[in-house]
């Protein structure tokens, strides 16, 4: 067991000499300071430090050190060029409160980057603020709320398939409208007799992804987006994962007044743990002035923040949004250029593949050609008492982060993959080996499976006591 840095500490060992002088804290008021006479710190050498972070980060597995299939989440590579141009001093050594003069180059990359991402989205207007998918969407969901306030029409209703992403109704529901789900039809798709049952004059818009989270294009989508404009509603496109559908269609050619996109998934920005992403949300011309204050325009001459914007909804965000996430997405489209089609095309092509490879020995419940990603079900090994769970965990022990599990709710067993345009056919074709392997070992030997994972630094753990009686805090 790796021991916590607080148990390495011995008294009076330091990794640095700290002056002995008296300090002077005359600038902070006092109520700010602390009484304690000593911090508790861990008193350990520069070298142990070092030997302590670097232990703790063999431990974590990350995109450069195997295949990530996480479907939904693009667990893609990040060029490193992007880092390194995030880390230029004119980015890093700036502060958000200079004026605009003195920030031209920022205010420029975040004003190209609206522009990219209106090209993309096929928008009239962008806002970097928000800074994740889920808080694109509650923004997208108070921009809808103020419009219809502003016009004075009282609509309570928003629209959602059974297939969404679970941000979805959690977004509108924060907004104070009530969801309406509705069923997916045998295909996988929205059910258009079904949403005509809903649409009236309480439906203030509808939540729709597509490709949805089946990996599967909504064929109808003219005919739904003319449905619910002729009902007075507005669509919302959750444009998470748009690595399926760029440079080959976009959200405004479908119909949609908003969308956000992930910068995170789609263009090559770090996530995961928590960290900083960014979820900008794009509008038609009609829902420009609801943007989040202050907009980054170009007035002729210079580029400027506005803050006088007629209905904004106000601020969702401090200052501007991640804004070193913005250079390394702007970056990225930047290195990219006219390739970002070719992004989208691998990345079906890749999961198609996978999903052709794969069908033969795991249950595949909507065969159509799928987008980015596929849905597998795992009931077929479930029958052998080898449930999904247990397959992600063996998987684990052959270096390969799972997929995504139990997701969406609407296939039982779910194993949901997402290939991504950055991986080789070699590696795809090892992940597609352990697979079918896998499938062979539930049949021929179903306990066995079951042990997993035995290589990982944490063992098969108790999922039940881990979520809900979690021991994460070191107490001396
Ligand atoms: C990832 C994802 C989201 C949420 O994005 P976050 O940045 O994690 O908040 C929403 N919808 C879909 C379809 C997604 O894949």
Request: with cysteine; glycine share 8%; aromatic share 8%.
């Amino acid at each position: 067991m790796t021991k916590l840095i607080f148990e390495k500490t011995r008294q009076g060992r330091s990794g640095i000499n700290l002056t002995n002088e008296k300090l002077n804290y005359d600038h902070i008021e006092s109520k700010y300071l602390s009484t304690e006479s000593r911090t508790i710190l861990p008193e350990i050498t520069e070298l142990e430090v070092m030997r302590h972070y670097k232990e703790l980060s063999d431990k974590n597995f990350c995109i450069e050190k195997g295949f990530y299939p996480l479907g939904s989440c693009t667990m893609k590579y990040n060029p490193k060029v992007n880092e390194i141009l995030a880390g230029l001093e004119g980015f890093t050594e700036i502060h958000p409160l200079q004026d605009d003069d003195d920030v031209q180059g920022a205010l420029k990359v975040m004003f190209n980057l609206q522009e990219a991402l209106k090209e993309i989205t096929g928008m009239d207007a962008i806002t970097l603020q928000p800074a994740a998918g889920a808080q694109g969407e509650l923004t997208g969901m108070m921009i809808i709320k103020k419009y219809f306030e502003t016009i004075g029409e009282q609509r309570k209703n928003v629209i959602i398939p059974d297939s969404a992403h679970g941000t979805n109704p959690a977004s509108a529901a924060m907004c104070g409208f009530n969801i309406i789900e509705i069923k997916s039809n045998e295909n996988g798709l929205i059910d258009i007799n079904e949403l005509k049952s809903v649409l009236n004059n309480d439906t203030a818009g509808i939540m729709l992804t597509n490709p949805n989270t089946l990996g599967l294009f909504e064929e109808n989508i003219s005919e739904i987006s003319k449905l619910v404009h002729e009902a007075g509603g507005l669509l919302y496109y959750d444009g998470a994962n748009m690595n399926a559908i760029m440079g080959y269609t976009n959200p405004k050619l479908m119909g949609f007044d908003i969308v956000h996109i992930n910068l995170h998934k789609t263009f090559s920005t770090p996530h995961g743990g928590g960290g900083p992403g960014a979820g900008p949300v794009g509008v038609t011309a009609k829902l420009k002035d609801f943007l989040p204050i202050p907009t980054i325009e170009y007035d002729g001459g210079k580029y400027i923040r506005k803050y006088d914007i007629k209905n904004s909804i106000g601020k969702v965000k401090a200052f501007y949004g991640n804004f070193s996430i913005l250079v390394r997405a702007y970056a990225y489209i930047l290195l990219m250029g006219k390739e970002l089609k070719e992004v989208s095309a691998n990345a079906v092509l890749n999961a198609n593949y996978m999903m052709n490879k794969l069908k033969e020995h795991y249950l595949l419940p909507y065969s159509t050609k799928c987008m980015h990603e596929f849905v597998l079900s795992g009931e077929k090994q479930k029958e052998n008492g080898v449930n999904t769970l247990a397959i992600a965990k063996r998987l684990m022990d052959s270096n390969f982060h799972p997929p995504t599990i139990y997701f969406p709710l609407i296939v039982h067993e779910a194993i949901m993959i997402e290939p991504t345009e950055t991986e080789t056919k070699e590696r795809l074709d090892e992940f597609i080996e352990v697979m079918i392997e896998i499938a062979k070992e539930v049949e021929t030997n179903p306990n066995d499976v079951l042990n997993h994972p035995i290589k990982t630094p944490v063992k098969k753990v108790d999922e039940t006591l881990a979520a809900r009686k979690p021991d994460l805090a070191f107490k001396i």
